[in-house]
C-alpha cells in the first residue's frame, strides 16, 4: 500500500518562499511527482524526482530523500498566482507513471 | 496538441438516469484512467486502460462501467449512482516512456 503525507494548509507572503513538505510510505518506491492544482481546475504536473537530490525549475524545486521517505517542493518569489492545491504523489500501480496522490496541500499567497 | 478534452463540463443527473463522460485525447498516448475528486480532497484513481485494454480497476462499483472505443477515446457510463457519486470526474492520459500526465478539466457531476 502507499501512505503520502503533507499539511493540509499553509499561507505566505508575497515575494517570499514557502517549502511544502511530504513524506511517504510505500512498498517499493519508483519516483513521486508534485502537482499544482488551481480550484476548479485540472492538475498540471510540475516535477519528477527518482533519485535523491534536488531539481530546480525556474521559481519551483523538488527534492527528495529516498532513505527518509521524504520530498519538498520549494516555491520561491512567491506570486499570487501562486494560491493553489499543491499534490504530492508516488508512481502508481503497477511501476506504471499514473500518479497516486496524497491529499494535497491549500498554499494561500496573501499580499 | 497537448490538451485532454473532457464533454460535458457540468452534469446533472438523477439516481435512475443512465448518462456518459466522455474523454478524447489525440496526443498518441496509449494510458488513459479516470480519477474521481471530491471537494477539497485529492483525485483518487478509478480506472486504467493501456492499449485499449482495462488494465486496473480500483474496487470501483459496478454502476461506474469504462468504455475504451479507441486509442483516443475514454468514456465512463454512469447508471443508478447516489447522491455520494457527486464530484468532479477527472480524465488523464499519458504516454509510458514519458512521466507527465495530462489531465481533462474534469466533468462536474451532481446526483440528485
Known sequence: GQNIDQPTEMTATEGAIVQINCTYQTSGFNGLFWYQQHAGEAPTFLSYNVLDGLEEKGRFSSFLSRSKGYSYLLLKELQMKDSASYLCAVRGPGGSYIPTFGRGTSLIVHP | ?112
Open chain 2, 1 to 112: 496538441d497537448t490538451e485532454v478534452t473532457q464533454t460535458p463540463k457540468h452534469l446533472v443527473m438523477g439516481m435512475t438516469n443512465k448518462k456518459s463522460l466522455k474523454c478524447e485525447q489525440h496526443m498518441g498516448h496509449r494510458a488513459m484512467y479516470w480519477y474521481k475528486q471530491k471537494a477539497k480532497k485529492p483525485p483518487e484513481l478509478m480506472f486504467v486502460y493501456s492499449y485499449e485494454k482495462l488494465s486496473i480497476n480500483e474496487s470501483v462499483p459496478s454502476r461506474f462501467s469504462p468504455e475504451c472505443p479507441n486509442s483516443s477515446l475514454l468514456n465512463l457510463h454512469l447508471h443508478a449512482l447516489q447522491p455520494e457519486d457527486s464530484a468532479l470526474y477527472l480524465c488523464a492520459s499519458s504516454q509510458g516512456t514519458v512521466i507527465e500526465a495530462f489531465f481533462g478539466q474534469g466533468t462536474r457531476l451532481t446526483v440528485v
